[in-house]
């Protein structure tokens, strides 16, 4: 695992063995990028594929019961690479409109994970628990509740 590590760490600098021209021909094939030069978009590629990568990584060892909130990193570097691949220039920049609705459904469900973990440990029935939390309260009573 240490040397995947490494591996994928010093695979960043493999962008410059690139070109730095925008047409790549070789005698097997000719290659036009949309961005300035194979070099830079070489860059932009290994600049998404080594964190998500080492995100993935992390995420399939970790053994933390919050591991899957690095799921909203991976999605983001995901989403910006394939912006990458399909050849859009204007990277980094609308990727976070499609993470939004992933972390409305990531955050709470971690969060209620951890408060299903956190009665557990403090010795409460997880049925009391559940049935607070079904029970009908107003905005402020559910605020006070989370900061208990």
Request: glycine share 4%; aromatic share 20%; net charge positive.
């Amino acid at each position: 695992m240490v040397l995947l590590i490494a591996i994928v760490t010093l695979s960043f600098y493999l962008y410059k063995s690139f070109p730095d021209t925008e047409f790549w021909e070789t005698p097997f094939f000719k290659l036009r990028t949309n961005y300035g030069s194979w070099f830079t978009y070489a860059w932009y590629v290994t600049s998404k594929v080594v964190p998500l990568t080492l995100l993935l990584i992390w995420f399939f060892t970790c053994k933390h019961w919050w591991h899957w909130i690095i799921i909203a990193p991976i999605g983001m570097y995901a989403f910006q690479l394939w912006s990458i691949i399909r050849g859009n220039t204007a990277v980094d920049e609308i990727e976070l409109i499609y993470i939004i609705p992933m972390m409305m459904v990531l955050i709470p469900a971690v969060y209620l994970v951890r408060a299903k973990l956190f009665a557990k440990i403090r010795g409460k029935d997880l049925k009391a628990f559940e049935e607070d939390l079904g029970k009908p309260q107003n905005l402020w009573q559910q605020i006070k509740d989370l900061f208990q």
